[in-house]
């Protein structure tokens, strides 16, 4: 019952977001879904004329479906060098392509022969014969496929909420991240729901027009065309700045700062677009333009865009100059002035645990490295600046490592599932779940320090940027650690928690 009335009050304060979410998960869709029939149900007639060529293409569509669907939307933001809609949809339109080629090729070839016979014999053409005779006795079996495919692209176009596609899955993602069930469920229920809204609608199409005409299949089919091309009749202003932002409270926080300071001492107009998965999605965002700026870590700049490993002892401003130089030379990129306060990689476990085993320092965990089971984020098990600079620089191989999405670390290591985990130093969750940063005695972890990272004809285009350079040195680890407290724990309003800062500190009225 308590489930259900946070699902209640989050739909409460979050409508606007919903219904917005809810309209980018069914435009995408539909869209894919139409993409779908459009290739599918030509290439299915084409192919039951054809049938030695048949069975070929059929099983490359089912190749096609084997693939992973967080590899192919990866391969598609590669492939057509943007993310967003465009690279869901495709992805989307990859996936429904099977079923739909699969079932037109089938129902057509399951006509009877007799009555194609009959109806070549009373004189109709080849194309005649199909929209009058086969085309109705296999809709049913069309349909189906088409069912088959729509529920499909609604479950998987969560997904594409990791490339900034939008959709209900932003509500999926942030529960993950935050730990929060209220959040999954908001994103869950309206999907599942809208998979058999649509499921409904094709069924009773199919009733409709089963052995009759093809009105109700078309009339529908126009419908679905009118919801996708809805965009095309909406004019809406393009800002002049995009600000990205990677999954997470901090960093939208971050970027909706960025907005705040810009639009308000410049006549700049900027969204925000947040919730980027990784840092390769944001930093590809970013070169192919997608957004113009997004706040980047030092120690990430350097270990995971640049691949290099700051020199033992570096201090921070060392790093961040290191950083600078490398970004300018190799990607022509600019940084500006980082913040104070340093989101360093941490190995962190639960307090009583580590009171009992009597660990401080990353190089305690020695004794046990048989012993205890870690939990890591798929980041940084892959990381030079992560699990393997564990490995090399403390020489400690575990026995049993398990890689997890960065919400579900937490909630692992609070249940004992796994015994520690990589966090980030400001995290909220060290306060809300007890947990003990453990030393980093070694010095493996480079300062992070989050600054704008945006392209050097941004920057010459905006040279009103350098505004954003009065952030440089503000927000200690303290003040970061609360304000991601109150967007992880309490549900605040990234923006709102972001302007209440500038407000508080001085840097507006």
Not at 222 to 233: E, H, K, R, S
Not at 261 to 277: H, M, P, R
Not at 306 to 318: A, H, K, R
Not at 408 to 431: C, H, K, N, P, S
């Amino acid at each position: 019952m308590g489930t259900i009335q946070a699902v209640a009050d989050l739909f409460q304060n979050r409508q606007n977001m919903f219904w917005t979410l809810l309209w980018e998960h069914i435009h995408m869709s539909l869209l894919a879904l139409l993409c779908a029939i459009f290739i599918s149900v030509p290439l299915g007639i084409y192919l039951s004329r054809k049938k030695r060529i048949a069975e070929p293409i059929i099983g490359a569509a089912a190749v096609l479906q084997t693939i992973p669907s967080l590899a192919l939307l990866g391969f598609m933001i590669l492939l057509l060098n943007e993310i967003g809609t465009l690279p869901a949809v495709v992805a989307l339109s990859v996936y429904a392509l099977l079923p739909i080629l699969r079932n037109t090729y089938t129902g057509i070839n399951e006509v009877d022969p007799a009555i194609k016979e009959a109806a070549t014999g009373m004189g109709m053409s080849s194309f005649r014969r199909l929209r009058k005779v086969e085309l109705p006795m296999a809709i049913p079996v069309i349909m189906a496929g088409i069912r088959t495919s729509m529920v499909l692209i609604v479950g998987t176009a969560t997904l594409a909420a990791l490339i900034s596609a939008g959709g209900l899955g932003d509500f999926i993602m942030t529960g993950i991240d935050r730990a929060d069930n209220a959040y999954i469920l908001l994103g869950a229920i309206p999907a599942a729901l809208l998979a058999l809204f649509f499921d409904f609608v094709l069924r009773i199409t199919e009733k409709t027009s089963q052995g009759k005409a093809l009105t109700p299949v078309a009339s529908v089919l126009i419908a679905a065309l009118l919801v996708a091309a809805a965009p095309l009749f909406t004019f809406s202003q393009k800002p002049d700045l995009v600000i990205g932002g990677k999954l997470g409270a901090e960093p939208e926080i971050i970027a909706n700062m960025y907005k705040h300071v810009i639009e308000e001492e410049t006549n700049l107009q900027v969204v925000v677009e947040s919730g980027f998965g990784s840092t390769d999605a944001a930093f590809n965002a970013l070169s192919v333009d997608e957004i113009d700026i997004y706040p980047e870590f030092t120690g990430t700049a350097m270990a995971a865009l640049l691949e290099e490993t700051p020199e033992s002892g570096s201090t921070e401003e060392e790093v961040y100059q290191q950083a600078k130089k490398g970004m300018a030379e190799e990607y022509g990129m600019v940084y500006l002035e980082p913040m104070q306060f340093n989101n360093t990689y941490a190995i962190a476990m639960r307090e009583q645990q580590a009171d009992e085993l009597g660990i401080e320092t990353i190089s305690d965990l020695e004794p046990y490295t048989d012993e205890l089971t870690a939990g890591f984020t798929f980041e940084f098990a892959d990381r030079e600046d992560g699990y393997p600079g564990i490995q090399d620089v403390y020489g400690l191989t575990f026995e049993n490592v398990e890689t997890m999405d960065s919400g579900l670390r937490t909630r692992a290591v609070e249940t004992g599932q796994v015994d520690f985990i990589d966090a980030y130093f400001t995290d909220a969750d060290m306060v809300e779940y007890n947990l003990r940063v453990l030393e980093d005695d070694k010095n493996l972890f480079p300062p992070y320090q989050g600054a704008p990272l945006m392209k050097q004809e941004t920057m010459e285009a905006y040279p009103q940027l350098e505004i954003l350079n009065q952030l440089g040195g503000e927000i200690s680890n303290e003040e970061m650690q609360q304000m991601n407290y109150m967007v992880d724990y309490n549900d605040a309003d990234p923006s709102k928690v972001a302007r209440e800062y500038l407000t508080d500190n001085g840097f507006f009225d």
